[in-house]
């Protein structure tokens, strides 16, 4: 029996491997996408973009790091099933330590703003943050649309 759960779980690696793969892949693509929609829409001079880009690679890092973090502990409400199986306090909790991401993520954006506004126009600023918004509506309607043949 053991010598079967460990050809089975050899059999799954590949796949399972695979499939973070795939994750990956698809987060870069849409972080080069998103670049690209910024670098369109912004239409930063060279000695903009040499002040920009760097603000902006770390920003997307601090968020990543704060989305895995947040990932890893699980905290997240919304996937807890069954909230009727635990206590007051977990459910408050859960609903605490969610306030808590989602403010430790607003600082973070404010931090960058303030980066971002002591480096650059208001103008620039204002179209960056403008950009982030039409990306994310753009996003929007492709998932709507579905899966293009």
């Known amino acids: 029996m053991k010598y079967l759960s460990i050809l089975f779980l050899l059999f799954l690696l590949p796949f399972y491997s695979k499939s973070q793969e795939s994750r990956?892949?698809?987060e870069e693509k849409m972080e080069a996408?998103?670049?690209?929609?910024?670098?369109?829409?912004?239409d930063l001079n060279p000695d903009e973009a040499k002040v920009?880009?760097?603000i902006y690679n770390d920003l997307v890092r601090e968020q990543k790091a704060l989305r895995n973090e947040r990932f890893?502990?699980?905290?997240s409400f919304r996937k807890i099933k069954e909230i009727d199986d635990l206590s007051d306090s977990e459910?408050?909790?859960?609903i605490l330590n969610d306030f808590d991401f989602k403010?430790?993520?607003l600082?973070?954006?404010?931090k960058y703003y303030n980066r971002f506004k002591s480096r650059l126009s208001p103008k620039i600023v204002g179209k960056f943050?403008?950009?982030?918004?039409?990306?994310?509506?753009?996003l929007l309607k492709q998932y709507r649309r579905g899966p293009q043949s």
């Open 91 to 94: 459910i408050q909790t859960l």
């Open 33 to 42: 996408n998103k670049v690209a929609w910024l670098t369109t829409k912004l």
């Open 24 to 26: 990956s892949e698809i």
């Open 107 to 110: 600082d973070i954006e404010k």
């Open 129 to 138: 943050y403008r950009a982030q918004e039409s990306y994310k509506k753009e």
């Open 52 to 54: 920009f880009w760097p």
């Open 72 to 75: 890893q502990k699980m905290i």
């Open 103 to 105: 403010q430790r993520d």
